[in-house]
């Protein structure tokens, strides 16, 4: 399978606790992005890198959010201190970019489900 | 920052009809939309999607239409089968630099047999 993927798909966890989430993207991709997604929503960006770097990030992600790529390859989300209001689903998606072909085009992985008791 | 509507919220056709999903967008730098497919407990899967210097793409049974002028764009879904029950959503991205797309709320098609 060539697509996108994510690991874990789900993840219930107590409020405080740290929670890692990773994103796999198509292999000749060199943008990835990272959104989250609540009932009846649709996703909300949070963060993107080219390769290795982190060009932009949402007001929506707090200090307690934080995310690298440190290859240009996989990527991970850590969220520190989780708060039940964190419970959503967290999207990873990958597009050419800069490197050719229909670079705007965003294909997303089957999201990582965080439920915080 | 842009801002997408999207309208129905929920649709529900018979099995056969044709379904019509509606969007409207606000930034006029805004040159590319796609749509996604959403089924439950899964993440979105592009459908279509179309560029600002084109009005109309069809891909069989889907097309999407675009109007710059109005700022709102369309996906049509024709002989809709059981199948297709899912959330759609329609997005608008800007043509250069990050190309973060704003997404509608999406729209609850509901294909009965």
């Known amino acids: 399978d060539t697509g996108v993927s994510q690991d874990p798909r789900h993840k219930i966890t107590k409020r405080g606790q740290n929670v890692t989430f990773r994103c796999d993207p198509i292999?000749?991709?060199?943008?990835l992005y990272w959104y989250r997604q609540t009932l009846g929503q649709g996703p909300e960006f949070l963060t993107y890198?080219?390769?290795?770097?982190?060009?932009?990030k949402s007001r929506l992600l707090s200090d307690r959010f934080s995310a690298e790529r440190p290859k240009g390859s996989f990527s991970t989300l850590e969220i520190q201190r989780t708060e039940q209001g964190d419970s959503a689903m967290y999207l990873c998606?990958?597009?050419?970019?800069?490197?050719?072909?229909?670079?705007?085009?965003?294909?997303f992985g089957p999201g990582t489900r965080l439920l915080v008791l | 920052g842009e801002n997408v509507e999207q309208h129905p919220s929920t649709l529900s056709v018979q099995e056969g009809d044709s379904a019509v999903i509606k969007c409207t967008y606000s930034d006029s730098a805004s040159n590319y939309f796609p749509w996604y497919k959403q089924e439950l407990g899964k993440g979105p899967q592009l459908i279509i999607d179309?560029?600002?210097?084109?009005g109309e793409k069809k891909d069989q049974r889907i097309a999407v239409t675009l109007n710059k002028t109005a700022k709102h764009f369309s996906l049509h879904i024709t002989e809709t089968q059981p199948e297709d029950s899912a959330v759609y959503f329609c997005?608008?991205?800007?043509?250069?630099?990050?190309?973060?797309?704003?997404f509608g709320r999406g729209t609850s098609l509901i294909v009965h047999p």
């Open positions: 890198f080219q390769n290795e770097a982190q060009l932009e």
């Open positions: 998606a990958s597009s050419p970019g800069t490197s050719g072909g229909a670079r705007e085009t965003q294909y």
């Open positions: 997005a608008a991205s800007p043509s250069g630099g990050s190309y973060i797309p704003t």
């Open positions: 292999s000749e991709h060199n943008r």
């Open positions: 179309i560029r600002s210097n084109v």
